[in-house]
């Protein structure tokens, strides 16, 4: 079974700029969570999506924003980039039941300039 | 809120010495607790989970935690480590009913040879 997928692996955008990360989930499941990792942050939770719908969110401000569609694929978008928001994106998939272990993605390393 | 604190960001160690890697966690409500490992250019790997049953719950390869809930703790440890565990270690707590998992700020172990 073919494991999280994450595209672009690397991007280079500038201040102002906006981006879109995507992400495949393994077959079958119905659960994306995406976070930001960061040095000496760890990993900071964007948010989750179920069945096309958010169902937990983090403290992001609104400039950062997702879907997901009907094949569990994700998306995230974050519009306006500043220069604090280079990282590492990863992205998660799971079963979506209480407790399942999460299974992550190679993850998109964002540099904003 | 829940929140998870790894109390050392870096440990260094001996090839073939213990190590202990700490954890606590803070929670009103019962908790589940998890181990991830994150090689070097790769995503998350879960290590070891605690739901419920035994309060020590072990790996497949060595390491095992122990949960304390009069602590608030569930540190990792291996007796005896090799090169090949030099990795970033994440404790991790799920919350929100269990559709939600926060992230520790990342434990680096270094082994040296």
């Known amino acids: 079974k073919a494991g999280v997928t994450q595209t672009p692996r690397y991007l280079i955008k500038t201040r102002g700029q906006q981006v879109t990360l995507s992400c495949s989930p393994i077959?079958?499941?119905?659960?994306v969570s995406w976070y930001q990792q960061t040095p000496g942050q760890g990993l900071q939770f964007l948010f989750e999506?179920?069945?096309?719908?958010?169902?937990n969110k983090g403290n992001f401000p609104g400039r950062f924003s997702g879907r997901q569609f009907s094949n569990s694929r994700s998306e995230m978008n974050v519009s306006t980039l500043e220069l604090g928001d280079s990282a590492l994106y990863l992205c998660?998939?799971?079963?979506?039941?209480?407790?399942?272990?999460?299974?992550f993605g190679p993850g998109t390393r964002l540099t904003v300039l | 809120a829940q929140s998870v604190t790894q109390l050392d960001s870096q440990v260094p160690v001996f090839e073939e010495a213990p190590v202990e890697l700490r954890c606590n966690y803070s929670?009103?409500?019962?908790?589940?607790l998890f181990w991830y490992v994150q090689y070097p250019n790769q995503g998350l790997q879960l290590l070891l989970k605690?739901?419920?049953?035994?309060?020590l719950v072990e790996s497949i390869n060595g390491f095992e935690a122990e949960f304390n809930k009069s602590q608030t703790s569930f540190h990792l440890r291996k007796p005896s480590v090799h090169i090949s565990d030099t990795a970033e270690y994440f404790c991790?707590?799920?919350?929100?009913?269990?559709?939600?998992?926060?992230f520790g700020a990342g434990t680096r172990l270094f082994v040296k040879a």
């Open positions: 999506y179920f069945s096309e719908t958010q169902r």
């Open positions: 605690y739901l419920s049953g035994s309060t």
């Open positions: 077959s079958g499941h119905r659960s």
């Open positions: 998660a998939s799971s079963l979506g039941e209480r407790y399942n272990e999460q299974f």
């Open positions: 929670s009103s409500v019962s908790v589940y």
């Open positions: 991790a707590v799920n919350t929100a009913g269990g559709f939600k998992t926060i």
